[in-house]
C-alpha cells in the first residue's frame, strides 16, 4: 500500500536470487514429486496485515481442515518475500502462500508455482477479468487472487465546503479536476495530495490509456505519448501548487496528509479508511471514482495477492481444495468483514455492497483497474522509476519514459 522501505526492496532482491540460483540447480516443476493421496499436512504462510487477518484466516483454515479430516497450519511471516525465498531455497516451501501481485511473474517464470487454476472447480470466470489478467504468465492463469484494492479520489466533505465547491464540483475528467484544485488553492487550501511513485501516478497514465507494458505483457510501452502527457499533467498539478508529494506536508503517505486535514483530496485505496476511522475519525469524507483522462478513459490501479500453491508440494489436489474453500464468494465475505478487504468474486460484489455500500467506488472501480507490471526481474527498474517520478516537479517527463523504456525493455529480453 505504502512506498516499499529499501529494507523489503533488499529481501525482495534476494527473493529473486534464491529462486533462480535453485531453479537453475533443479526444477521446481518436477513432475516426479510423488503425491499423496491421503490425508494432508498443509502448510500455509501468509503475509497478514494484522491480527484480524491471521485470527480469520486462521479460523477458516482450522473449519477446512475439521470438514476434511486434514491439518492445516496457518503462519503469518515477518518478511513473507524473504522467508519464501529462504524456503524455496533450502527445499522446503509452504504449501500454500500468499503471492504479491507485483512478484508474481517471477515466481511464474522460474515454477514455483503449480499452475492450479484451469483444476478450480465451477472455473474460474466468477473473478474479476481484471484480476485474472494479475495472475496470468505466458497465456496461463497460475492462481486465483484471494482479494482485491483499487485506487479512488477521496474528498473532505469540510474542506470542499469552504472552498465553495458542491457536489457540482466533485471532478470526473482531468479538466474539472484541475478546475476543482483551482478553486481550492484560491481558497488557502491545499487541493490534492499523490503518493510520489508509480503505484499512484501510474492511475493518471492508464487513464490516459497507457501503462508500462503492453495488455499481453510482451512489449514495453512506457515511451509513449499516452504516457507522457500523463506525466506532463500530474507535472503540471505539482508545479501550479494543485498537488502535493506526502512529505512536501510532512507527512509519510497520503492518507496521513488527507487524515490530519493538510489536504482536500487524495488519491488512496481502501485502505484508508481503516486509517480515517482509528485515527481520524472526525473527517467527513467522501470517495468518488477517479476522474477520467481527456479522451474520456476511466482508468485506476488495482492491488491484489493469490493463493499461490508450490509446484513442489505433495499435496496438490488438498491445497486445492483449499484454496477453493479460501474464495467461495461466503469465505470471502466472512474475511471481509473480518479484516475489510474486497472479493475477487463477482458473485460476491452484492453481498459487499450491503456491509459496505459507501464503497461502491472502490469496487465498481475493479471494472477499468490496472495491475502491477506482470514480468519478471522489473523491480530494480520499477524502482528507480520511482525515484525518477519523486523529482517529477523539476524533470523531465520525456526523458524520464526514455529511461524506463530502455530499462524495461532490457529486463523483459531477461
Not at 466472512?334 to 463477482?346: C, D, E, H, L, Y
Amino acid at each position: 500500500m505504502k512506498r516499499p522501505l529499501p529494507r523489503l526492496r533488499v529481501a525482495i532482491l534476494g527473493t529473486i536470487l534464491a529462486l533462480t540460483a535453485t531453479a537453475c540447480g533443479s526444477s521446481f516443476n518436477d513432475n516426479g514429486n510423488q503425491q499423496s493421496a491421503g490425508k494432508a499436512d498443509l502448510q500455509i504462510l501468509i503475509g497478514s496485515s494484522g491480527d484480524a487477518e491471521t485470527t480469520a484466516v486462521k479460523t477458516a483454515a482450522a473449519s477446512w481442515a475439521s470438514s476434511t479430516g486434514n491439518t492445516a497450519t496457518v503462519t503469518p511471516a515477518q518478511d513473507i518475500g524473504q522467508q519464501l525465498g529462504q524456503a524455496f531455497a533450502g527445499g522446503t516451501p509452504p504449501d500454500v502462500f500468499y503471492v504479491d501481485a507485483s512478484r508474481f511473474a517471477d515466481y511464474a517464470k522460474v515454477g514455483a508455482l503449480e499452475p492450479y487454476a484451469d483444476k478450480v472447480k465451477g472455473g474460474v470466470n466468477d473473478f474479476y477479468p481484471s484480476l485474472r489478467a494479475t495472475f496470468t504468465y505466458q497465456n496461463k492463469l497460475y492462481c486465483i487472487p484471494k482479494d482485491f484494492s483499487t485506487l479512488t479520489l477521496q474528498i473532505n466533505n469540510d474542506l470542499w465546503t469552504q472552498a465553495k465547491l458542491t457536489d457540482a464540483d466533485i471532478p470526473t475528467n482531468w479538466d474539472q479536476l484541475t478546475a476543482a484544485a483551482t478553486k481550492l488553492k484560491a481558497a488557502g487550501i491545499t487541493p490534492l495530495v499523490i503518493g510520489d511513485t508509480r503505484d499512484r501516478i501510474g492511475a493518471f497514465m492508464v487513464e490516459n490509456g497507457g501503462w508500462i507494458l503492453s495488455k499481453d505483457g510482451a512489449t514495453v510501452t512506457a515511451d509513449s505519448p499516452q504516457n507522457l502527457a500523463a506525466l506532463q499533467y500530474v507535472q503540471g498539478l505539482l508545479k501550479g501548487g494543485l498537488a502535493v508529494y506526502p512529505k512536501q506536508v510532512d507527512a509519510g503517505w497520503g492518507g496521513e496528509a488527507f487524515g490530519k486535514g493538510k489536504v482536500a483530496m487524495a488519491t488512496e485505496g481502501n485502505w484508508i479508511k481503516g486509517a480515517m476511522q482509528h485515527d481520524y475519525p472526525n473527517i467527513k469524507y467522501k470517495v468518488v471514482a477517479m476522474p477520467a483522462g481527456p479522451s474520456g478513459t476511466k482508468g485506476t490501479l488495482s492491488f491484489t495477492q493469490c493463493w499461490g500453491i508450490s509446484s513442489k508440494t505433495k499435496f496438490k489436489d488438498q491445497a486445492i481444495n483449499f484454496v477453493e474453500a479460501m474464495t467461495t464468494a461466503q469465505q470471502q465475505l466472512a474475511f471481509t468483514k473480518a479484516f475489510g478487504v474486497m472479493p475477487s468474486r463477482i458473485s460476491a460484489k452484492d453481498g459487499y455492497l450491503q456491509q459496505f455500500p459507501n464503497d461502491k467506488p472502490f469496487i465498481d472501480s475493479a471494472d477499468f483497474a490496472q495491475g502491477p507490471v506482470n514480468a519478471p526481474k522489473m523491480d530494480s527498474v520499477l524502482s528507480d522509476f520511482d525515484s525518477q517520478l519523486q523529482g517529477l516537479a523539476n524533470g523531465d517527463p520525456k526523458a524520464i519514459l526514455t529511461r524506463l523504456q530502455t530499462n524495461a525493455t532490457t529486463a523483459l529480453k531477461g
